[in-house]
């Protein structure tokens, strides 16, 4: 390989590191937005609301891709967009029960799982610097896990149930998303995900256009940025980027949700869950530098 070659693929992988940081970032906006709200609106129809508007924005993108889904395009894109649905119900009905930042670092335990089943798959032993980062997750997801003084509660197996069933999607996608295009794919996603949500709606809550006016401004920012974006973000990236090191900077997500849960919704944190935080932090930092 070429030093030119060897270059623009050293870009595409910042590139593909910065848009998981984005899609991280967005996550943890929409915890918090969601648990602002979740007390008010029933928890299927915020995930309902912000589908169907991430649908719309992806399709917007590029209409045309309509016309352009084949059937191979679907036998991939619905069983990842069940998944996605799966790993978003949990994440999001386990907010009514634990909190917004226990619930970010729960969620974010496919940090251990993606590696570890990652190289059974591949029949290989992991890395030095990703047995370090993982090692140093875990410490980290231990101290977190009193971060607010309470213990283990049905939220916070929801949360790693979601954690679970996620872990499960960004190794289904690693394997088989990579020949479909950005937005095609994504847009896929995120219709299977839509439907499934409206008609969770339909047959559970019962749909209130009542709720949908409630909540229509964290439901557009939540579709639009925290949707469609990320999902776009993170369908991208991945083709660059390794499931290790998509997992690891994911952590990402449960760091930004802990700032935003203490300063916006004046969660407690205490002083373990602080360090913590920061091994997680210098293990998201040797992913992005060893390249796992």
């Not at 928890?43 to 309902?48: G, N, T």
């Not at 912000?50 to 191979?72: D, E, H, S, T």
Request: hydrophobic fraction near 55%; charge should be positive.
């Amino acid at each position: 390989m070429t030093e030119i070659n060897l270059e623009a693929l050293e870009i595409k992988r910042i590139r593909a590191y910065a848009e998981l940081l984005i899609t991280a970032f967005a996550w943890a906006l929409s915890t918090i937005m969601i648990k602002m709200y979740i007390g008010t609106v029933p928890p299927l129809h915020l995930l309902m609301g912000r589908f169907v508007i991430g649908v719309i924005f992806v399709f917007a993108l590029q209409p045309k891709n309509i016309a352009r889904i084949r059937k191979q395009d679907l036998k991939v894109g619905i069983p990842l967009g069940l998944l996605v649905f799966g790993a978003y119900s949990f994440g999001l009905i386990c907010l009514k029960y634990t909190s917004a930042s226990k619930s970010g670092f729960l969620v974010s335990l496919s940090v251990l799982f993606i590696p570890l089943i990652h190289t059974i798959i591949k029949k290989q032993a992991p890395s030095k610097w990703t047995i370090i980062s993982v090692g140093m997750s875990l410490v980290g997801m231990s101290l977190i896990s009193g971060i607010n003084g309470d213990g283990f509660n049905f939220g916070d197996l929801l949360a790693i149930g979601s954690s679970i069933i996620y872990t499960v999607y960004i190794l289904a996608l690693d394997r088989y998303g990579k020949d479909i295009e950005d937005t095609l794919l994504t847009l896929i996603q995120l219709g299977v995900v839509a439907i499934c949500s409206i008609l969770a709606v339909v047959l559970i809550e019962g749909f209130s256009m009542e709720y949908i006016r409630r909540a229509w401004i964290p439901i557009m920012v939540i579709g639009v940025l925290c949707t469609g974006l990320a999902t776009l973000c993170q369908t991208r990236a991945q083709k660059v980027a390794s499931p290790e090191s998509v997992g690891l900077l994911f952590l990402g997500e449960p760091l930004f949700t802990l700032i935003m849960a203490h300063f916006i919704l004046g969660e407690t944190i205490f002083f373990s869950g602080v360090i913590g935080g920061i091994l997680i932090l210098v293990s998201l930092v040797i992913a992005v530098l060893k390249k796992i």
